[in-house]
């Protein structure tokens, strides 16, 4: 078996760590302040609508939902629900074992919508990264056409992105509270997808 994938988790966990040690001792907060800075002073209303319709997409409620009428399906149960289901759960359950870890406070100088708890890592960011991305990887492995595995990871990658955006964008985050989030999603990622071809390799 190759070494790459185990290389690819090493280098997430180190990255996630290296992160959450220099955002607990501060040493990130003037890049937070001035790229939050930057993102929130194109506040519109029109925007914030967008922002907010974004973030909301995010929930726990819109992701859990669909990946419990997956496991339902019996044509897709086994092969899509399970894993889906799995790698969801997994990230909801890490993300609040991370935040009550590292219980850093989220940023509450431009507030456009309510949250309570830890800042970080993102809850939206990790669980998006983990439930799109795993919905990715399972529709590449069942298509063959190159435009359409092309075109969904375009589309995943804007998406993700937008939803990382959106949550610096409403206040309720600080970029390294979303970066965090992206880098415990790709793990939670990273480990479904090993575990998936070892089982099928």
Same mark, same amino acid.
């Given at each position: 078996?190759?070494?790459?994938? *185990?290389? $690819?988790?090493?280098?997430?966990?180190?990255?996630? $760590?290296?992160?959450?040690?220099?955002?607990?001792?501060?040493?990130?907060? $003037?890049?937070?302040?001035?790229?939050?800075?930057?993102?929130?002073?194109?506040?519109?209303?029109?925007?914030?609508?967008?922002?907010?319709? &974004?973030?909301?997409?995010?929930?726990?409620?819109?992701?859990?939902?669909?990946?419990?009428?997956?496991?339902?399906?019996?044509? *897709?149960?086994?092969?899509?629900?399970?894993?889906?289901?799995?790698?969801?759960?997994?990230?909801?359950?890490?993300?609040?074992?991370?935040?009550?870890?590292?219980?850093?406070?989220?940023?509450?100088?431009?507030?456009? %919508?309510?949250?309570?708890?830890?800042?970080?890592?993102?809850?939206?960011?990790?669980?998006?990264? $983990?439930?799109?991305? %795993?919905?990715?990887?399972?529709?590449?492995?069942?298509?063959?056409?190159?435009?359409?595995? &092309?075109? %969904?990871?375009?589309?995943?990658?804007?998406?993700?992105? +937008?939803?990382?955006?959106?949550?610096?964008?409403?206040?309720?985050?600080?970029? *390294?509270?979303?970066?965090?989030?992206?880098?415990?999603?790709?793990?939670? +990622?990273?480990?479904?997808?090993?575990?998936?071809?070892?089982?099928?390799?």
């Amino acid at each position: 078996m190759s070494k790459k994938p *185990t290389v $690819a988790l090493a280098a997430l966990i180190t990255a996630f $760590a290296l992160t959450a040690l220099f955002t607990a001792a501060g040493y990130l907060d $003037a890049l937070n302040h001035s790229l939050a800075e930057a993102v929130q002073s194109l506040e519109a209303p029109a925007l914030t609508a967008f922002m907010i319709a &974004v973030t909301t997409i995010g929930e726990w409620f819109v992701y859990a939902p669909a990946a419990l009428l997956l496991l339902v399906i019996p044509k *897709t149960r086994r092969k899509i629900g399970l894993p889906v289901t799995l790698t969801l759960a997994a990230s909801a359950a890490l993300n609040v074992t991370l935040k009550m870890l590292f219980a850093i406070p989220r940023p509450d100088a431009h507030r456009l %919508i309510a949250e309570t708890g830890y800042g970080f890592p993102s809850g939206h960011a990790m669980n998006s990264t $983990a439930f799109v991305g %795993i919905c990715v990887f399972l529709f590449i492995r069942g298509v063959h056409k190159y435009s359409q595995k &092309v075109f %969904i990871v375009c589309l995943s990658v804007l998406f993700l992105l +937008l939803m990382g955006l959106s949550r610096v964008y409403l206040g309720v985050h600080n970029p *390294t509270d979303i970066l965090g989030g992206y880098l415990a999603g790709f793990i939670i +990622l990273a480990s479904s997808i090993m575990v998936i071809e070892k089982k099928h390799g």
